[in-house]
Structure formats: structure tokens, C-alpha cells
């Protein structure tokens, strides 16, 4: 199956070029405090709020440009794959908001997964 496929207007996203980000945006409304396994409370701190935005503003921007401008969202999605696995990698390491329960860590890990994914498709776009 391939991936993208090229034409006279340039690289085209299939439906599995996005369903990883769908995986992804799944992966950030469960690790929502009171939501998930999150137990940690962290609405005082307003640093990983911001980080998060930071984190999936490229995510969804990606997502909403792949129908009218495929290669600079593949671009726009690697970017935010990395930036998501670089996120939870200091989430996991305790550095954001102290250590994460034992029920966010397998949350972290499908959300690095889904990351991983992401920036191994637009990789693979950019490429092609």
C-alpha cells in the first residue's frame, strides 16, 4: 500500500497518513485530569497548559492543512511528532509536574506511539 502518491499538485495524505493523529488527539483527551488515570492536579501551574497547546497547536494545524496543502503539513507533522514524543519523554522522566501514575504511563506510552507514527508518516510524505 502506498503511502502518498504524487501528482501534478504534489504529494496527497491518505486516511492513514491521518488516523495517527486522530490516535493522538484519543491519547490527550484521556490523559485529561478526572478523566483518565491523570490523577495528578496541576491546574495551579499554568506551564503545562501552555506546553500542551505548544505541543498539539503543530498537530492540528497539520491535520486541518493536509486537504489543501499536503507537503508543508507532512513538514508541520513531523515537527509536531517529535515535538509530542519529546513532551511525554520529560513527562515520563518526572521533569513537567512530578512523576506520572502507574496508569498514565501506558497512556504516555500509546501517546509517544501515536507520535512516533505521526512523524514516521509525514517523514515519509516529505520524501516522497
Not at 22 to 49: H, K, M, N, W, Y
Not at 78 to 93: C, K, R, S, T
Amino acid at each position: 500500500m502506498a503511502v502518498a502518491t504524487m501528482t501534478s499538485a504534489g504529494t496527497r495524505w491518505t486516511a492513514m497518513d491521518r488516523v495517527p493523529f486522530l490516535l493522538l488527539f484519543a491519547g490527550f483527551v484521556v490523559s485529561t485530569p478526572g478523566f483518565g488515570p491523570e490523577t495528578r492536579q496541576f491546574s495551579d501551574d499554568v506551564i503545562p497548559i501552555i506546553l500542551l497547546l505548544v505541543v498539539l497547536a503543530p498537530s492540528v494545524t497539520a491535520l486541518a492543512l493536509s486537504w489543501k496543502a499536503p507537503l508543508l503539513a507532512a513538514r508541520i507533522g513531523l515537527a509536531g511528532g517529535i515535538l509530542v514524543m519529546a513532551m511525554i519523554a520529560l513527562d515520563l522522566l518526572g521533569v513537567l509536574i512530578g512523576p506520572p501514575p502507574t496508569g498514565m504511563v501506558v497512556v504516555d506510552g500509546l501517546i509517544v506511539l501515536a507520535g512516533a507514527l505521526i512523524a514516521w508518516r509525514c517523514w515519509r510524505l516529505v520524501r516522497a
